[in-house]
């Protein structure tokens, strides 16, 4: 069984950064979450993906899966939230899931995801729900808070709007 272990900040130079996925706001505080239906089941997750070689950087990396998935443009200047490392226990190195937050730029109309055909919802609400729909404990609410933390610092994000809704 895997281990994972968050950490805030830059992925160690000698770590491989395996994907890279979003914690991204809109300029009224409200965070995208992709929301997948299947078997009248929902999984709310962080849109984002595996590096490329097409790929200039780990910003081009976000901003490549964000429009594939999710048919959303980024504004440039995405900063390092951290890394999750992830230890397969399989005598292999482990290997970096690391996120970024970035400003929404513009939401288009849904479209199906090049790389698997499907075509996601994209629900538009606060970083306190968007950790509880993620589910991911602690692990997850140190990531949003910490990316919230960022966007007001580097974003200067003042308003915080409460509408949560699907576009």
């Not at 706001?25 to 709310?44: A, C, H, P, S």
């Not at 048919?71 to 397969?88: F, H, K, M, R, W």
Request: with cysteine; net charge negative.
């Amino acid at each position: 069984m895997a281990i994972f272990t968050w950490h805030n900040g830059n992925v160690p130079e000698e770590m491989k950064v395996k994907q890279v996925y979003g914690i991204v706001f809109t300029n009224d505080g409200r965070l995208l979450l992709r929301v997948e239906r299947k078997d009248d089941q929902i999984k709310y997750s962080l849109a984002g993906g595996k590096p490329e070689i097409c790929d200039n950087s780990r910003e081009g990396t976000l901003k490549r899966e964000f429009l594939e998935e999710v048919n959303t443009t980024l504004q440039d200047g995405a900063y390092i939230v951290g890394y999750q490392q992830v230890d397969e226990e399989n005598g292999k190195p482990p290997y970096a899931q690391m996120r970024l937050t970035a400003i929404i730029e513009f939401i288009g109309a849904k479209q199906p995801d090049p790389d698997n055909g499907q075509t996601y919802d994209r629900l538009l609400t606060t970083p306190e729900r968007a950790i509880e729909l993620l589910n991911w404990g602690e692990v997850g609410a140190s990531q949003v808070n910490e990316a919230l933390r960022l966007a007001k610092e580097y974003f200067g994000l003042k308003e915080f709007s409460t509408k949560e809704e699907y576009v």
